[in-house]
């Protein structure tokens, strides 16, 4: 028997053992870090500078600067990604043909603006001005991405209509201007006795100032007097995003874009740049569309085709019709990167960077430590209000706004494919004959003959009675759908996902988030936006119903006849958030609700210039107060929104739970933007331009729980010959192409395709064709004699594509060969 010191003893070492272990064993949930602190730094130069003084830990912008980019590889404190999804254009501002003033908007005319083509050489932009760190762009596909590959040949067929040609664009300039009324005196154009200014918008804290300056001596050539506005982009954004274009501040804007992740498809494109449905903003508001296109455009978003071939011919027409509406001409595909410390880890998507993705906030993390704080400049923030049903969705602002929301699923950083996040599975059932497929084990994917819409699901909403419709009302004779998907919710779901103050997640979040997007699209309702109608009156004939079919757990099924390439793409998304704007709670939104319907406040901005109110923000600034007002008569009411329906999926009890808790956060935070993501927003520094998020404690997920994503597998991509690259007209001839990675050979059963272009030296697309494979990641392409009799003699080009499982897109290698008798 041991004694009674010994058994104490023993007891000690036993509890101390236990409690060693129970810490070791402990998960941090959430982010890996404890604070993350966004700065404004607008210029490149002075952030890298900051990087190396150890001041700043990332600087979250895509540079395409080919000096800094040397800085910065060969700086041992330092690292970067690379980033293939930005890109530069200039938008025109199209009202007219007079200003407000009487002057004349050369840039109303559609021929005007199509001349813009040919009036810029996209090859000096890429080589000169962005020192190679980018390729000319045409169009609103991207190089690097899928669609580019699947209509190459249209692709290089309009590249060589729309290369540079000086007189061309002079010549349709000519019969333009004159048509409008204007006249050619000494070289310079005057309308009514005064010169034609046109107004150049630049913006300062990248090549796009020297992009202005590049354009405007073009436009000096051809007979135009210039005037440069220089700006940063908060400067700029009042100027061209949010005000009067009627009153001519300007007429050409120096755009920058980012595709915020790997698109699979950019159908989407279209929709936002050319139509009216996507961006509210009074540029896009004062398009006159021409009809094919717009028709085309909401084909292709909404999925109105059921054959590849078909999508093709789509694009291709769309393409054409783009060159010839041209509301912004297309200038370079930048090749950028995104430079930081050596000990920062952090997932960066190969289109859109760190900003890009919703993985950055929980895969941010410092070598060696868990915790502590973590800096990162922006080269602009707080441009606009935050509100996540019409608010910001400026690039920057939108990476804190991912920081503090999740969706159902997560975006593939190098593929741009789907990975299940807050769901658990999903089955997607098509109509047979589709062309969908899957790549992922979360999804079930089925064809069948015909789908029925049941009749007790909801397909619209009645904004008068606050209730929703069903099939049956509303289709009597029935109703049938492409496609149909049911969701599946962990069991957990509402216990375990929770907001930033604390409320449980809740079925009527998910029902509120459904019923504002029809709710603000309807004539009858207090809080009605035209431009949410126009979108609602597009996008409903394409929805066909959702019903719940369980609670517990949560499944939900809904009909459709939208689709996709990738049954990833077809589960329904009934997290309550939008993708573009932020997450939605039903209590933060619901302040709104009342704000909007007693005029106080509007969600959009076009809406808050309509009723001359604040464009509401949640996170600050005016509007706070207002929705502060409103959260005490919430909580005194015991407030539920869309009472007549959501009685039945909020109880009393959540409405006080959520008002007190709000009361709780607001008085802590002084601000009402809430999610359910890893960082929450703490504090708003407007002033500063200074944004603060903290790690939420509460969060259900492991923080390793990303960590997949360490490295792209970018393929390299090299054309070889037997020492020349050259070929005798009308004889057999053959190239090799070798696909690797680091060195080493491409993973062969990784490869989708190794295809190939001919094209004469005229731009003239030959023949396209699939390489073979004859190796070790070696593919050979033959050219029968029957193809190269058909060569002319002298330079031809090889453009070869290959496309892979690891990463999205296609790698593009080049080569010019020589033909000879």
Known sequence: MFSRTTRIGLFTIVLLLVLSLGTAAQVRNGAKVDEVVLIEVAQAEQAISRLIAGDIDIYAYGVPNAALFEQVRNHPALDYYQVFGSYTELTFNTYGPEFTDGSLNPFHSRRV???????????????????????????????????????????????????????????????????????????????????????????????????????????????????????????????????????????????????????????????????????????????????????????????????????????????????????????VDRISFVPRRAEISVASDLGGGVAGTLLWAPTLAREGQEGGRVIIALPSLLDSPWNPIAGSNNLYDQMAIRATMERSIIVDPYTGNQWANRIERAEVTVLEGYPVSKSLDWVDLKFTDSIVVPEDAWVDWDATEQRFITAGEKFPEGLEAVHRSVVYFPEDFFETVKWHDGSPISLGDILFAFIIGFDRGKPESAIHDKDAQDSLEINLPYFKGMRILSTDPLIIESYSDNWSLDAEFMYGEYFPVDINHGPIPWHTVALGVLAEANRELAFSNNKAAELGVEWLGMHTG???????????????????????????????????????????????????????????????????????????????????????????????????????????????????????????????????????????????????????????????????????????????????????????????????FVVTP
Do not use: C
């Open 113 to 331: 603006r199509e001349a813009m083509n040919w009036l810029v050489d996209r090859e000096y932009l890429a080589q000169e001005i962005y020192a190679g760190l980018a390729v000319p762009k045409y169009t609103v596909l991207t190089r690097a991405f899928a669609d580019y590959a699947r209509v190459v040949e249209k692709m290089r067929e309009l590249e060589t209509i729309y290369s540079y040609d000086l007189g061309k664009a002079e010549e349709v300039v000519r019969e333009e201007m004159l048509a409008m009324g204007a006249e050619l005196r000494n070289g310079k154009w005057y309308y009514k006795g005064q010169p034609v200014v046109v107004k150049i918008l630049a913006r300062t804290e990248d090549e796009r100032r020297e992009v202005g300056n590049y354009f405007a001596a073009q436009l000096e050539k051809i007979g135009f007097t210039t005037e440069i506005d220089y700006k940063a982009g908060a400067d700029a954004s009042p100027i061209w995003l949010q005000g009067d274009p009627s009153g001519g501040a300007w007429m050409v804007y120096t755009g920058g874009w980012s595709s915020p992740v790997v698109y699979r498809s950019q159908a989407h494109n279209f929709e936002q740049m050319y139509t009216r449905r996507i961006m509210a903003n009074p540029p896009w508001q004062i398009l006159d569309v021409d009809p094919e296109l717009d028709e085309i455009s909401s084909r292709l978003y909404n999925y109105d085709f059921k054959t590849m071939e078909e999508r093709n011919a789509l694009m291709e027409r769309i393409l054409e019709l783009g060159f010839k509406d041209s509301p912004r001409i297309f200038l």
């Open 622 to 816: 005016p509007s706070i107060a207002i929705l502060a007002k409103y959260l005490q008569q919430a909580k005194a009411e015991n407030y539920i929104p869309y009472y007549n329906t959501l009685k039945d999926y909020i109880t009393p009890e959540e409405a006080a739970l959520r008002w007190s808790n709000l009361e709780k956060w607001y008085n802590e935070h002084n601000h009402f933007w809430l999610g359910t993501g890893v960082m929450y927003l703490d504090r708003v520094y407007p002033v500063e331009r200074q944004i603060v998020l903290k790690r939420f404690e509460d969060h259900p997920d492991p923080s390793d729980k990303w960590d997949m994503f360490d490295e792209p597998r970018i393929p390299e991509v090299t054309v070889v010959s037997d020492g020349r690259l050259g070929l005798r007209q009308g004889r057999e001839a053959s190239f090799q192409v070798a696909v690797t990675f680091d060195g080493e050979p491409y993973p062969m059963d990784q490869i989708v395709e190794v295809g190939y272009l001919i094209q004469r030296s005229s731009g003239e697309v030959v023949t396209r064709g699939t390489a073979a494979p004859v190796g070790d990641s070696i593919y050979e392409i033959e050219l029968l004699p029957s193809l190269t009799r058909e060569l002319p003699f002298g330079a031809n080009r090889l453009t070869v594509f290959v496309t892979t499982n690891l990463v999205g897109g296609a790698q593009f290698a080049e080569a010019t």
